[in-house]
């Protein structure tokens, strides 16, 4: 059955589409991740135009976030100063994402390049998450601690200057990290459309110190504007954002969601992290056959004249 795209300017299958929405909303449900950073690949490998794929999987993103950020509101898990900190940085990025974003469509340049951001980005992540996942697994069953730090715990990012008080994590730091990481959330959400939600929760956890319990649902509270912010602006200044697409993801990751959850209860943290970055790596690989293999149909362009 084919429903066409008005943004994306061409037809889809509307059950592949909700297939890939199940089956990454799974893999969100299953890891405790947004996906994004799958999604848009997968849309890639669809047919559709990159530059569609990633404004239009920010839109999901935003409203995934936002029933999560809800359920953390109502537990008071969220450090609300902490997400404002976070938030400055984040439109600061989003808005320089954006303009880059413009930038390089304008120069039809936009294609290559989120490509091969994915292929960089997702084989330095999909690398070290194997290394780490394998480092606890083999330390898991030789009886030895896995060794990490106590939230709190002083390092050179007390040292900055800026400092401001944070008393929802109990934390008194420097603005100038928190700022940081928004922005670098920002920045990848306006490009690659993702939430950076695997990036900002251990930035928060391992560099901030900030305690668990209050880590996703601040996090989650950020991604909500950032990615709000995001949509708007690739809707207003690249036309990129397809809606009907962005339901249809929407529906199917809500209910593979609730089935990947079901499923992480299961598993050993440990091996789940394993299997997500083989999934990573695997679509690293898949990108970078894209870029260097002949495609199917090649275009030459001649001289007119009635040739």
């Known amino acids: 059955m084919q429903i066409y795209l008005p943004i994306a300017e061409m037809s889809v299958n509307i059950f ?6 199940v089956a990454v909303g799974f893999i969100s449900g299953m890891f405790g991740i947004g996906g994004g950073f799958l999604m848009t690949p997968f849309l890639i490998f669809t047919g559709l ?3 569609v794929a990633v404004a239009t999987e920010v839109n999901q ?3 995934t976030s936002a029933s999560g950020a809800f359920a953390y509101w109502r537990r008071r898990s969220i450090d609300f100063k902490m997400g404002l900190v976070l938030l400055v940085g984040g439109i600061i990025g989003s808005v320089a994402g954006v303009a880059l974003f413009s930038w390089l469509k304008s120069k039809g340049q936009v294609d290559l390049f989120i490509s091969l951001s994915y292929v960089l980005f997702l084989g330095v992540i999909g690398s ?3 290394v780490e996942s394998l480092r606890t697994i083999r330390r898991t069953r030789q009886g030895l601690p ?3 730090r106590k939230p709190g715990s002083h390092t050179w990012i007390h040292g900055l200057p800026f400092k401001m008080r944070f008393r929802r994590s109990k934390l008194y730091i420097s603005a100038i990290p928190p700022l940081a990481i928004g922005a670098v959330v920002g920045v990848l959400a306006a490009i690659m459309g993702i939430g950076g939600g695997f990036i900002m929760v251990p930035a928060m956890i391992y560099l901030l110190r ?4 209050v880590v996703v649902g601040t996090s989650l509270f950020q991604v909500v504007f950032v990615t709000g912010l995001v ?3 690739h809707a207003v200044n690249t036309q990129t954002v397809d809606a009907i697409l962005a339901l249809m993801l929407i529906v199917g990751g809500v209910v593979g969601a609730q089935f990947g959850v079901q499923v992480a209860e299961k598993m050993k943290s440990e091996h789940l992290r394993a299997l997500l970055a083989i999934i990573v790596l695997g679509v690293c690989f898949k990108l970078i056959l894209s870029l260097v293999l002949e495609p199917e149909t090649l275009f030459t362009l001649s001289a007119g004249g009635g040739h």
Do not use: S
Request: net charge positive.
């Open 16 to 21: 592949l589409i909700l297939g890939m929405g």
């Open 49 to 51: 135009p990159p530059a």
């Open 61 to 63: 993103i935003m409203a």
């Open 128 to 130: 070290l998450m194997f």
């Open 146 to 148: 896995v060794g990490r």
């Open 210 to 213: 900030m305690p668990t319990n």
């Open 231 to 233: 949509t708007v602006l």
